[in-house]
């Protein structure tokens, strides 16, 4: 696969996807399966999520199924799609290939050796910072899983859209009771994201 890729506005998201997860202290050597990057943070992928496997019936060997992956990669694929989704459309490294957004993200990962991907993460023991609240990095990921724009429900009232964003953002870790005041803070904190927020929430009552 040959890629141009390098900073760009594109990049620019994979970085800040990056910035947004934890890196690992794993030192389990072997090749990514998605990316095919050789590296000593080899981190074991369920093909099925456990989250979703919980709330609906899979077979043992559903559950039990895994992939080889690199920390970079596997963090990526968590803030792109939802683990229902996982688990019902993307449950192989096949299926994977065929998302547009992982092939965008392996285009761009491709130019970069795994050094720098991680130096591109957080390092272990140390916390977000704290200009960058948990609820921006929730807006920016989703933003990123949107291919740059938030999800619409066309032809429904701002309330129902507020509903919906908010419902995202909860999906994310310690995000289950975000209030509307903070998730409003939070595009408005971001130039991109403001015309959004009136789209949003603007005369929901």
């Known amino acids: 696969m040959t890629s141009s890729a390098g900073p760009s506005a594109s990049g620019n998201n994979w970085t800040g996807m990056l910035s947004m997860a934890k890196d690992t202290p794993s030192r389990h050597t072997g090749t990514c399966e998605l990316c095919g990057k050789d590296t000593d943070h080899i981190t074991k992928h369920h093909l099925y999520p456990r989250s979703a496997t919980r709330r609906a019936f899979f077979t043992p060997e559903q559950k039990d199924s895994l992939a080889a992956m690199c920390w970079p990669c596997h963090c990526i694929i968590h803030q792109l799609i939802l683990a229902d989704v996982l688990a019902r459309d993307f449950h192989s490294i096949e299926l994977l290939n065929t998302h547009s957004r992982i092939q965008a993200w392996l285009q761009w990962a491709e130019s970069w050796t795994m050094e720098h991907l991680h130096s591109l993460m957080v390092p272990p023991r140390l916390r977000q910072p704290q200009n960058q609240s948990p609820i921006q990095n929730a807006l920016d990921a989703i933003w990123?899983?949107?291919?740059?724009?938030?999800?619409?429900?066309?032809?429904?009232?701002?309330?129902?859209?507020?509903?919906?964003?908010?419902?995202?953002?909860?999906?994310?870790?310690?995000?289950?009771?975000?209030a509307k005041p903070d998730i409003e803070a939070a595009m408005r904190a971001n130039p991109e994201y403001r015309e959004w927020q009136q789209w949003v929430f603007g005369g929901e009552g």
Do not use: D, M, S, Y
């Open 144 to 178: 990123v899983r949107n291919e740059n724009t938030f999800p619409r429900l066309e032809g429904k009232g701002k309330r129902t859209r507020a509903l919906a964003i908010r419902g995202q953002i909860r999906q994310f870790p310690g995000l289950a009771h975000a």
